[in-house]
């Protein structure tokens, strides 16, 4: 079957506007999760859902970031009034259950801010 | 929040030999440890994983190992090829639900 896709995988954006970046998980999948990675650096945990419910949200780095998965399948990552030091590459992983095992990673999105 | 120190960051071995990097811990509540191989441009993808109530686990030339005691899980190729080379991340996942830390990353250089 599909595994993870994420959309846009590249996205360009002029500091102060708003990004909006789509994870489409494995179907049935029930934990969902985004990372922001840096050039060079690991994935940085954002937030994790379970189902529609977002149960960790301390990794967002400011207010400016927001995620959904309101029906617990698509999730959305919201990056409001961007800021250069929001440039990375965001990527989007899912797993089957809610504790402990394999997480299938999307092909990211390169955010970049000018 | 939990740290994971990962050791070497750069690692070059000739083509045949072994490499083995290591990550170490603090919290005693981790339960599952897996390894990602990351190749340039390219997403994580799983390369072998270990439970918490397991010491060592091997796939044909990958092994992992793991030291509850000491708080530090290695991996270790065995007859390296240059399709090794890429970046190699450790992570764990701890407390009740799935919050996942990743070490920084071992760059792997395979020389022919």
């Known amino acids: 079957g599909a595994g993870v896709s994420q959309s846009p995988r590249y996205k360009v954006a002029k500091r102060g506007q708003d990004v909006a970046l789509r994870c489409d998980p494995i179907?049935?999948?029930?934990?969902l999760f985004w990372y922001q990675q840096a050039l060079g650096q690991g994935p940085e945990f954002l937030t994790y859902?379970?189902?529609?419910?977002?149960?960790?949200k301390s990794g967002l780095p400011s207010d400016r970031f927001f995620a959904e998965r309101p029906e617990g399948s698509v999730s959305t990552l919201k990056i409001q009034r961007t800021q250069q030091e929001d440039s990375a590459v965001y990527l989007c992983?899912?797993?089957?259950?809610?504790?402990?095992?394999?997480?299938?990673f999307g092909p990211g999105t390169r955010l970049t801010v000018l | 929040g939990e740290n994971v120190e990962q050791h070497p960051s750069t690692l070059s071995v000739q083509e045949g030999d072994s490499a083995v990097i290591k990550c170490t811990y603090s919290?005693?509540?981790?339960?599952?440890f897996p390894w990602y191989k990351q190749e340039l441009g390219k997403r994580p993808q799983l390369i072998i994983d270990?439970?918490?109530?397991?010491g060592e686990k091997k796939d044909q030339r990958i092994a992992v190992t793991l030291n509850k005691t000491a708080k530090h899980f290695s991996l270790h190729i065995t007859e390296t090829q240059p399709e090794d080379s890429a970046v190699y991340f450790c992570?764990?996942?701890?407390?009740?639900?799935?919050?996942?830390?990743f070490g920084t990353g071992t760059k792997l250089q395979v020389i022919p």
């Open positions: 859902f379970q189902n529609e419910a977002q149960l960790d």
């Open positions: 179907s049935g999948h029930v934990s």
């Open positions: 919290d005693s509540a981790s339960n599952y």
């Open positions: 992570a764990l996942h701890s407390g009740g639900y799935q919050k996942v830390t």
């Open positions: 270990i439970r918490s109530n397991v």
């Open positions: 992983a899912s797993s089957l259950e809610a504790t402990g095992n394999e997480q299938f």
